[in-house]
């Protein structure tokens, strides 16, 4: 039996915990993921790039959130765990060989790839039905969820086009539909809220960082004065964003999640982290697209309607998502959208503007929302400090 001492010692190491070498170096696959989805948003996108970049961008981040809550709720350190999280590396890989092509001859490796990230999470999780009461989870859900779908996305890559993605579709689907309808029932094990929210922290500077990697390239390819002044706004924009991302929305999550606790924390934290924050990652990506081709053309007259729909569509989706993970955690609408509407309002308009607005326009106009933005955070968080009681 713990003595007092011992159990305070205990639950400081659990607030302490930490992503660990092994999440880092698997968070590197995805670096290669977002290049690769990022370069197929460059120059002119439509809506069939579009449609393409969020179709495929879907399956790598729902096994990452996946495979985050697994690594979260099971502290190990094994060698089995080791080879499981480096195979599902490996295959994540393969599937960011295939994604330029996977909405063409090469659909049949990134379902493959998928496939595998599968067994693995029936590897991380199959143990946890072999726990005592009442952290022994069901056989039939790892079966399911991990097993059926693994050997399901498999096959799916004998499916001719276009019906091979109506069935990756109908597949994420189930998937999404089996967690949804589990409620959080019979977690084996604790959530450590504040490992989530850095993990998911992570994976954001994972995605500003192609961010700034973009403007470097496109720049480096350029070399004018005016790319170089579209790429300082450009940064400019990304810093905003990092500033109120990592002052108010992590620490925000954090407290939340924190004072849930049990089954309502892992709750929050599925739809705000595995859900909502997609889109929050999908925006930045669409942004760092966007920024690209902008220093890469600042010197025309206008940008191309698509590289604006990226950049500005990219800011006013990334407001949105903001906005619906404060009204998932109980903030009240009006306040919400004293801050969401204009910042999606403001990104919109600029995207009617385009034929009209020159590249470094475009780009200052949404750093200065941004910048406004936090601003906006950094006044109101003083006056509830401020606040009596």
């Known amino acids: 039996m713990s003595t007092p001492q011992s159990a305070d010692a205990s639950s400081v190491r659990e607030a302490e915990?930490?992503?660990?070498?092994?999440?880092?170096?698997?968070?590197?696959?995805?670096?290669?993921?977002?290049?690769q989805l990022s370069h197929g948003l460059h120059?002119?996108?439509?809506?069939?790039?579009?449609?393409?970049?969020?179709?495929?961008?879907?399956?790598?981040?729902?096994?990452?959130?996946?495979?985050?809550?697994?690594?979260?709720?099971?502290?190990?350190?094994?060698?089995?765990?080791?080879?499981?999280?480096l195979f599902a590396m490996l295959c994540l890989a393969v599937m960011?060989?295939?994604?330029?092509?996977?909405?063409?001859?090469?659909?049949?490796?990134?379902?493959l790839g998928y496939a595998g990230t599968r067994l693995v999470l029936l590897a991380l999780w199959w143990p946890a039905t072999r726990f005592a009461p009442p952290r022994r989870i069901p056989r039939w859900r790892p079966l399911s969820y991990c097993l059926a779908s693994a050997v399901l996305w498999a096959a799916s890559a004998a499916v001719p086009a276009p019906w091979i993605y109506v069935v990756w579709a109908a597949l994420l689907l189930a998937e999404m539909v089996l967690l949804l309808t589990a409620?959080?029932?019979?977690?084996?094990?604790?959530?450590?809220?504040?490992?989530l929210v850095e993990r998911v922290g992570l994976f954001v500077i994972i995605v500003l960082g192609e961010s700034v990697l973009a403007l470097i390239t496109a720049a480096d390819h350029t070399w004018t004065a005016a790319a170089?002044?579209?790429?300082?706004?450009?940064?400019?924009?990304?810093?905003?964003l990092w500033w109120s991302y990592f002052d108010f929305a992590a620490t925000g999550a954090e407290r939340?999640?924190?004072?849930?606790?049990?089954?309502?924390?892992?709750?929050?934290?599925?739809?705000?982290?595995?859900?909502?924050?997609?889109?929050?990652?999908?925006?930045?990506?669409?942004?760092?697209?966007?920024?690209s081709t902008a220093v890469e053309e600042a010197g025309h007259a206008h940008l191309a309607r698509g590289a604006v729909w990226a950049l500005a569509g990219g800011l006013a989706l990334y407001h949105a998502a903001h906005a619906l993970i404060a009204l998932r955690f109980g903030s009240p609408p009006r306040r919400v959208a004293v801050w969401a509407v204009p910042g999606i309002g403001v990104a919109l308009l600029v995207v009617l503007g385009a034929d009209v607005l020159a590249p470094w326009l475009v780009v200052l106009l949404l750093a200065a929302e941004a910048i406004l933005h936090l601003l906006y955070a950094k006044a109101l968080a003083r006056r509830r400090a401020a606040a009596p009681g």
């Open 17 to 35: 915990r930490h992503a660990g070498w092994l999440e880092l170096f698997f968070d590197l696959v995805f670096v290669a993921f977002v290049a």
């Open 43 to 85: 120059g002119d996108p439509g809506w069939r790039e579009f449609g393409v970049f969020f179709a495929l961008y879907f399956p790598p981040w729902w096994m990452w959130a996946n495979l985050t809550v697994s690594a979260n709720l099971f502290q190990d350190d094994s060698a089995r765990r080791r080879f499981a999280m």
């Open 96 to 111: 960011a060989a295939a994604a330029p092509e996977a909405d063409g001859d090469r659909a049949p490796a990134y379902a």
């Open 183 to 195: 409620r959080g029932v019979g977690i084996p094990g604790q959530v450590h809220t504040g490992h």
């Open 228 to 240: 170089g002044l579209v790429a300082v706004l450009g940064f400019v924009l990304l810093a905003a």
């Open 256 to 291: 939340v999640l924190g004072a849930a606790g049990g089954r309502a924390a892992y709750l929050m934290a599925r739809d705000v982290g595995g859900f909502l924050h997609f889109f929050v990652t999908a925006a930045v990506i669409l942004m760092a697209a966007g920024l």
